[in-house]
Antibody, heavy 125, light 107 residues
Framework: QVQLVQSGAEVKKPGASVKVSCKAS????????MHWVRQAPGQGLEWMGIINPSGGSTSYAQKFQGRVTMTRDTSTSTVYMELSSLRSEDTAVYYC??????????????????WGQGTMVTVSS | EIVMTQSPATLSVSPGERATLSCRASQSVSSNLAWYQQKPGQAPRLLIY???TRATGIPARFSGSGSGTEFTLTISSLQSEDFAVYYCQQYNNWPGTFGQGTKLEIK
């Protein structure tokens, strides 16, 4: 079945970086964009950015520009999200989520139909 | 950035009754509006996209309506498994933005 499986929880110190993985299965990896969304404890959902698994193009929310890098490995159907210069406010659950549209034009994004289970990232000294 | 505002923040409803949740956009998002359900400790689940189309496997008691700036999610007869937090999201203009959520609790 279609699923996204994320890497395990992380604990990092302020100023460090974290890299979260999201492995896709059950569908053609390169045919659907992948988003990253985070959720701070007890808070709502915040979109971080998107990657095209086919060509590797990315678009990031302005808030994370310069601190986030999204990459992919087509040989393992895995996308990665790396966030640097971590601070306590980055403590959150990070989700990958598949864009619903099949081979959509870049920039023409849709709702998120499949979500990973989430990865808790804790930033603490 | 488009601001999505959901109301009420908390809604108390008895099982078997109807629940109506609202979402307002700060500018028109056409019909590019989705609803998600999130239970504690779980990832969000897509319920509705295109403002009114149910996602795969979503029961018919869930329905969405609206366009432009005003949207509604209706759950016709609440089941015990429906008590959760619901988020709306616009994907007409990026960054896609979410509402702050409505917590649907048992009355």
């Amino acid at each position: 079945q279609v699923q996204l499986v994320q890497s395990g929880a992380e604990v990092k110190k302020p100023g460090a970086s974290v890299k979260v993985s999201c492995k896709a299965s059950g569908y053609t990896f390169t045919s659907y964009y992948m988003h990253w969304v985070r959720q701070a404890p007890g808070q709502g959902l915040e979109w971080m950015g998107i990657i095209n698994p086919s060509g590797g193009s990315t678009s990031y929310a302005q808030k994370f520009q310069g601190r986030v890098t999204m990459t992919r490995d087509t040989s393992t159907s895995t996308v990665y999200m790396e966030l640097s210069s971590l601070r306590s406010e980055d403590t959150a659950v990070y989700y990958c989520a598949r864009d619903r549209s099949y081979i959509a034009p870049w920039g023409d994004y849709d709702a998120f139909d499949i979500w990973g289970q989430g990865t808790m990232v804790t930033v603490s000294s | 950035e488009i601001v999505m505002t959901q109301s009420p923040a908390t809604l108390s409803v008895s099982p078997g009754e109807r629940a109506t949740l609202s979402c307002r956009a700060s500018q028109s998002v056409s019909s590019n509006l989705a609803w998600y359900q999130q239970k504690p400790g779980q990832a969000p689940r897509l319920l509705i996209y295109g403002a009114s189309t149910r996602a795969t496997g979503i029961p018919a008691r869930f329905s969405g309506s609206g366009s432009g700036t005003e949207f509604t999610l209706t759950i016709s007869s609440l089941q015990s498994e429906d008590f959760a937090v619901y988020y709306c999201q616009q994907y007409n203009n990026w960054p896609g933005t979410f509402g702050q959520g409505t917590k649907l609790e048992i009355k």
